[in-house]
């Protein structure tokens, strides 16, 4: 059991911060309850593990599949950024640049996948690999793939109560 010698809960925290930072769940909300409006219920669990499970198997071979499409990491980086600027475009303008009428739910795509397990979060699983134990990065991403069920299961509750909090701001500051 040579691999839980490496464990460091110092190490899962760390990670678990990066992580949390570049995945950004809680800023992410808002486009969560968009895509409620627009497909239905998310389904939370499946997103969540999802996600979870892209970024771990992304650890162990995301830089073999780079290298098998000709890409390097920087560039992958730089895709992935594009892709959630299109999904920011869409919601800002209230335009749809991605026609998809097929689709009936978003659990997997966009949630799982760019917006959860993202070009930044697989690029930062990669960069992490290179200072922590896999062991501990693993627990970060399983923190995180938790945060982030809790996150999309209350998503419109945190929405309501965020709504709630602005009208009451804006009530102060008019006295």
Same mark, same amino acid.
Do not use: R
């Given at each position: 059991?040579e691999?839980? &010698?490496?464990?460091?809960?110092?190490?899962?925290? *760390?990670?678990?911060?990066?992580?949390?930072?570049?995945?950004d #769940?809680?800023?992410?909300?808002?486009?969560?309850?968009?895509?409620?409006?627009?497909?239905?219920? #998310?389904? =939370?669990?499946?997103? !969540?593990?999802?996600?979870?499970?892209?970024?771990?198997?992304? +650890?162990?071979?995301?830089n073999?599949?780079?290298?098998?499409?000709?890409?390097?990491?920087?560039?992958?980086?730089?895709?992935? =950024?594009?892709?959630?600027?299109?999904?920011?475009? %869409?919601?800002?303008?209230?335009?749809?640049? &991605?026609?998809?009428?097929?689709?009936? !739910?978003?659990?997997?795509?966009?949630?799982?996948?760019? +917006?959860?397990?993202? =070009?930044?979060? +697989? *690029? *930062? *699983?990669?960069?992490?690999r290179?200072?922590?134990?896999?062991? &501990?990065?693993?627990?970060?991403?399983?923190?995180?793939?938790?945060?982030?069920?809790?996150?999309?299961?209350?998503?419109?509750?945190?929405?309501?109560?965020s709504? %709630?909090?602005?009208?009451?701001?804006?009530?102060?500051?008019?006295?």
């Open positions: 059991m691999v839980f &010698n490496s464990f460091s809960f110092k190490e899962v925290i *760390t990670c678990f911060m990066v992580l949390f930072a570049v995945i #769940i809680i800023g992410s909300v808002p486009i969560v309850v968009s895509l409620q409006q627009k497909f239905g219920q #998310i389904e =939370a669990g499946k997103a !969540s593990i999802t996600a979870g499970l892209i970024m771990i198997v992304f +650890l162990f071979v995301g073999k599949i780079l290298k098998f499409i000709g890409v390097d990491v920087n560039s992958f980086a730089i895709a992935g =950024a594009f892709v959630i600027f299109v999904i920011a475009l %869409e919601m800002i303008l209230g335009i749809e640049i &991605n026609k998809t009428t097929e689709a009936k !739910s978003a659990s997997i795509v966009p949630i799982a996948f760019p +917006l959860v397990a993202g =070009a930044g979060t +697989l *690029t *930062t *699983t990669l960069s992490l290179a200072e922590f134990h896999d062991i &501990n990065i693993i627990c970060g991403i399983i923190l995180n793939t938790i945060f982030v069920y809790l996150v999309l299961k209350s998503a419109k509750w945190i929405e309501k109560k709504a %709630e909090l602005y009208k009451f701001l804006d009530h102060a500051e008019v006295l």
